[in-house]
């Protein structure tokens, strides 16, 4: 078991930029991956970035690629955000996925990007 705190949300204008941080309580490379994934309203959760625990691959869905970067450390994940748009906006949860299969989720955090 894990547990996972996210922070780092909040209000931004178009053209920000936010730094979220997902604390686990143990070290990340026991997991094959973590992720970032959001939620906004009326939506489906959709991924945002996944990195490998080991080797710290990367991936990133199409519409925040060249804009977000995620990363990690012993027992933090980080997303950087930038050039935020309003389509951005919203619950951003991370991830840990284990090599069996079974993922484990922050309360997650929310993101508002507002004119």
């Known amino acids: 078991q894990v547990q996972l705190v996210e922070s780092g949300g909040g209000l931004v204008q178009p053209g920000g930029s936010l730094r979220l941080s997902c604390a686990a309580s143990?070290?990340?490379?026991?997991?094959?991956?973590m992720g970032w994934y959001r939620q906004a309203p009326g939506k489906e959760r959709e991924l945002v970035a996944t990195i490998r625990a080991s080797g710290g691959t990367t991936n990133y869905a199409d519409s925040v690629q060249g804009r977000f970067t995620i990363s990690r450390d012993n027992t933090m994940v980080y997303l950087q955000m930038n050039s935020l748009k309003p389509e951005d906006t919203a619950v951003y949860y991370c991830?840990?996925?284990?090599?069996?299969?079974?993922?484990?989720w922050g309360q997650g955090t929310q993101v508002t990007v507002f004119s």
């Open positions: 143990r070290s990340i490379f026991s997991f094959k991956a």
């Open positions: 991830n840990a996925a284990t090599y069996s299969g079974v993922s484990h």
